[in-house]
C-alpha cells in the first residue's frame, strides 16, 4: 500500500489502510463489503492494490464499476498506470487493465462504410442529404461536416472511442457512425468484424486483470441474456450511491411517438404493403392517445389505450416476425438489423407496458408513466410524450444477477443513512425481511478534522420554505411538497450569509427557478459576483468561480454532486431546502407507497433517503482538502424541528453544529479576514 501511495504522490491514511485490508478480506471471504470512505481518504488506492494483488494472484479479473466518466478516466488515465508500476516489482507478473464501455460508444466500420444511417423521425432527408455530402468538396450542413470528419477519423483512430475525438460532436452526429449491441449484425457477418473498435476494446478488457466500466454496463450486463463483460467473480463498484438509479435507468423503458415513427420508417420497405399499413395505423393511434393522455403516474389503463397498445404490440411483433434477417450483403444486413432492433423495442415495450397492469397494485412491480416531453416550436404541450415503463425496484434483479455471482466491494463517500447502512444494502438487495446474505458495513472515516473544519448552521428561525408561519405538515408521514418560490425571509438570509463570507459561496437550490430567482436577487443587493447554472457550460461556471474567491454559483441537482473546488474560492455552502423528492415523481411516489402498504414507513424508506443522500452529497462539497474551512449552511428550518430531523443530521459529516445566525456571520468574517 505504502508503494502505491508514494506513486500517486500522496500520503497513507489510516482509514485508506483500514479500508485496503477489509477489500482484501473480503475478497478472500466472499463477504459483501460496503464502505464509506469520507473525502480525502484515497478510497481508489484503497481497492485498486488489493484488487490487483488478487486478480494476479488468482488470473481472474476484478471489474471496477463507476459511474461518471471522470472518475473512469482518473482510474485510467492517473491511478492505474502508477499503480502498476509501483506494484510490478512486488508482484509475479505485471498487472494489465482495461477500460470497457457499450458499444454505442465506439466507431460502427460497417455502419460509416455500408449503413443506412438512419436517425430519428422527420430527420431522414437531413440524413440523406449529410450522407450525400460525404461526396462534396464542402459539406453545408453542421451533420454533414460531423459526418465526413467522423469518417476521415475512422481511418486515423486506433480505438473508434467517442471520448477521444476532440471536439466532440452531438449525438445526432454520433448516431450516424454508432450501432446498439441489439442493431449490430454481428462479428462473423461484418465485413468489418476483424478490425472492429468495439470487439477490440473487449477483447483487450478480455485479458486485463483489471476492468474498469460503469454503472449503466454493469446493469447491461445483468439484464442481459448475452455476457457484456468478461467473466468475473469479483466486482468493485465505486460512486455506490448512485448505482440504484443507473440501473433503474437501464431497466426502463419507454414509448413514444418518435420512436414509434422511427421503427415504422426502418421496416415499411422490407415487410408486405398490407403489415407495413397496418403497423403505422397502429402507431399513428397510439401516438394520438399520447398526445391526449394527462401527465403523471398511470395506475389503472382504460380499455381504448388497452385496446391501442395491444394492436401496436401485436403489429410490431408480426413485423418484426417477417424481416427477413438473413441476406448476406452487410448494407442490407445492417439497414435490416436497425429495424428489427427499433421494431422490436415497440412491441417490448407496449407489452411490457401491458403485463405491467396485470397484477393488483400493490402486487405489482413496474410503474408506469406519462411524462410530457420537452416542446418545440409549434408543438403543444403533450407534442413529445413519452410512456415510460420501470422496476419498482431493482434490488432483486442486483441480488440474483450480480451479487450471487459476485464478491462485491461498494464504496462511497455517502453510504451510511441515519448512520447506518440498511437503507442503501436493501435498496442494492444485499438486505431484504426475510432472509440476508453475507455483507458488512465499514465506516472508515474521513482524514478532516470536521468539528474543527466546519459549521452545519440550521437556520431555525425561518418559516418552513412555501408555508410561512406554517408548521411542518408531515406528521401523518406525507413527503413535503416542493415550494413554488423562495420566501423573502430566505433571501435576506442568503444576502447576510454571502456578505459575510465575502463571496465564496456554493448556493444548491431544490429547482432552477429557486436557484435563479435568488442569483437575480443577489446581484440587485450584493457588490460581489453571481453566476447562476445555465448561464454557460457547468465545467466553464465551475472554473470562474474557482478562479475569482468573491464570486458565488448557483445552481441545482448537477452542482450537488459534481463540484470539487478546494481552498479559498468556496467557504459557504448554501441548501435553501431539505431536497425531498417531488411530490409528483411516478416512480418514487408508487416506491413509497409499496412500502407503506406492506405496513412500512414509506416516507423515512423512499422520500427521507433520497433526501439524506442528497443532502450528504450537498455537504461533502465543503472540504474538499485537509486546511478548507467554512459553513453548511441550511436554510430549512425543518431539519432542526421536524422528527425527520435528527435521522437527516446523522447522515451528514459531524460538523460542529449551531442555529445562532449571528455565531456564524461572525465565523464567516473571520474566515474571510483571514484569507
Not at 415487410?271 to 398511470?298: K, M, N, Q, W
Request: charged share 20%; aromatic share 4%.
Amino acid at each position: 500500500m505504502a508503494k502505491a501511495v508514494a506513486a500517486v504522490g500522496g500520503t497513507e491514511r489510516p482509514g485508506q489502510v483500514e479500508m485496503a485490508r477489509a477489500v482484501a478480506r473480503a475478497f478472500t471471504t466472499g463477504e459483501h463489503l460496503a464502505v464509506q470512505a469520507g473525502t480525502g481518504t484515497g478510497k481508489s488506492l484503497a481497492y485498486l492494490v488489493p484488487a490487483i494483488a488478487k486478480a494476479v494472484e488468482t488470473d481472474e479479473p476484478v471489474v471496477v464499476s463507476t459511474a461518471t466518466i471522470a472518475l473512469q478516466r482518473q482510474l485510467v488515465d492517473r491511478d492505474l498506470p502508477r499503480v502498476v508500476d509501483a506494484l510490478a516489482g512486488s508482484l509475479p507478473r505485471r498487472p494489465t487493465f482495461a477500460l470497457l464501455k457499450g458499444r454505442g460508444n465506439y466507431l460502427c466500420l460497417n455502419k460509416i462504410h455500408n449503413g443506412s444511417g438512419t436517425i430519428g423521425a422527420g430527420e431522414a432527408e437531413a440524413t440523406e442529404q449529410a450522407v450525400a455530402e460525404l461526396f462534396d468538396p464542402a459539406p453545408v450542413t453542421a451533420l454533414g461536416r460531423d459526418v465526413r470528419r467522423l469518417t476521415e477519423w475512422s481511418s486515423q483512430t486506433s480505438t473508434g472511442d467517442r471520448d477521444e475525438l476532440r471536439p466532440g460532436v452531438p449525438d445526432r452526429s454520433w448516431a450516424q457512425v454508432s450501432v446498439s449491441a441489439r442493431e449490430c449484425i454481428g462479428v462473423a457477418r461484418c465485413p468489418y468484424g476483424t478490425d472492429c473498435f468495439a470487439e477490440r476494446a473487449r477483447e483487450v478488457a478480455g485479458r486485463a486483470d483489471i476492468v474498469v466500466t460503469n454503472h449503466a454496463l454493469l446493469a447491461i450486463d445483468a439484464i442481459s441474456d448475452a455476457a457484456v463483460l468478461p467473466e468475473h467473480h469479483l466486482l468493485v463498484v465505486d460512486e455506490a450511491h448512485e448505482l440504484v438509479d443507473r440501473v433503474t435507468s437501464v431497466a426502463t423503458a419507454e414509448l413514444s411517438a418518435t420512436a414509434m415513427a422511427v421503427a415504422h420508417r426502418r421496416s415499411a420497405r422490407l415487410v408486405s404493403p398490407e403489415l407495413a399499413e397496418r403497423f403505422e395505423a397502429a402507431t399513428t393511434t397510439t401516438a394520438s392517445v399520447l398526445h391526449d393522455t394527462p401527465p403523471g403516474r398511470i395506475d389503472h389503463l382504460d380499455d381504448e389505450t388497452a385496446t391501442h397498445l395491444t394492436a401496436l404490440r401485436d403489429a410490431a411483433h408480426a413485423v418484426r416476425a417477417a424481416i427477413d434477417t438473413a441476406p448476406g450483403d452487410p448494407k442490407a444486413a445492417s439497414a435490416r438489423a436497425e429495424a428489427v432492433t427499433a421494431v422490436g423495442e415497440v412491441a417490448d415495450t407496449a407489452a411490457r407496458i401491458l403485463d405491467a397492469f396485470v397484477p393488483a397494485i400493490r402486487d405489482r412491480t413496474e410503474v408506469v408513466w406519462l411524462e410530457a416531453g420537452g416542446s418545440g416550436p409549434g408543438d403543444t404541450a403533450n407534442t413529445r410524450a413519452v410512456l415510460r415503463v420501470a422496476p419498482l425496484s431493482v434490488s432483486g434483479l442486483l441480488r440474483t444477477r450480480v451479487f450471487e455471482h459476485s464478491t462485491a466491494v461498494l464504496t462511497s463517500a455517502t453510504l451510511a443513512l441515519g448512520g447506518r447502512f440498511d437503507a442503501m444494502a436493501r435498496a442494492w438487495g444485499l438486505a431484504t425481511d426475510d432472509e440476508q446474505v453475507r455483507w458488512r458495513g465499514l465506516d472508515v472515516g474521513s482524514p478532516f478534522e470536521h468539528a474543527k473544519s466546519g459549521i452545519l448552521y440550521v437556520a431555525a428561525h425561518l418559516p418552513p420554505p412555501g408555508r410561512p408561519g406554517a408548521a411542518d405538515d408531515n406528521s401523518a408521514g406525507r413527503s413535503p411538497a416542493t415550494a413554488p418560490a423562495t420566501a423573502p425571509e430566505q433571501l435576506t438570509e442568503i444576502a447576510e450569509l454571502i456578505t459575510a463570507a465575502g463571496g465564496r459561496t456554493l448556493g444548491l437550490f431544490s429547482s432552477m427557478r429557486a436557484a435563479q430567482t435568488a442569483a437575480e436577487e443577489m446581484r440587485r443587493r450584493l457588490s460581489t459576483p453571481v453566476l447562476c447554472q445555465g448561464e454557460d457550460t457547468t465545467s466553464a461556471l465551475v472554473q470562474r468561480f474557482a478562479d475569482d474567491p468573491p464570486t458565488s454559483l448557483f445552481g441545482t441537482l448537477s452542482l450537488w454532486q459534481g463540484v470539487d473546488v478546494p481552498g479559498p474560492s468556496l467557504s459557504l455552502v448554501i441548501i435553501d431546502r431539505i431536497p425531498f423528492p417531488r411530490p409528483d415523481d411516478p416512480l418514487l411516489t408508487a416506491r413509497q407507497r409499496a412500502i407503506a402498504a406492506r405496513g412500512g414507513n414509506g416516507f423515512m424508506a423512499v422520500a427521507a433517503n433520497h433526501a439524506a443522500l442528497l443532502l450528504a452529497q450537498g455537504t461533502g462539497r465543503l472540504l474538499r482538502r485537509g486546511d478548507d474551512r467554512g459553513v453548511v449552511a441550511v436554510l430549512d428550518s425543518r431539519m432542526a424541528t421536524a422528527r425527520y430531523g435528527g435521522y437527516l443530521r446523522a447522515s451528514l459529516p459531524p460538523f460542529w453544529t449551531t442555529t445562532d445566525p449571528t455565531t456564524v456571520r461572525r465565523a464567516l468574517e473571520r474566515l474571510a479576514a483571514s484569507r
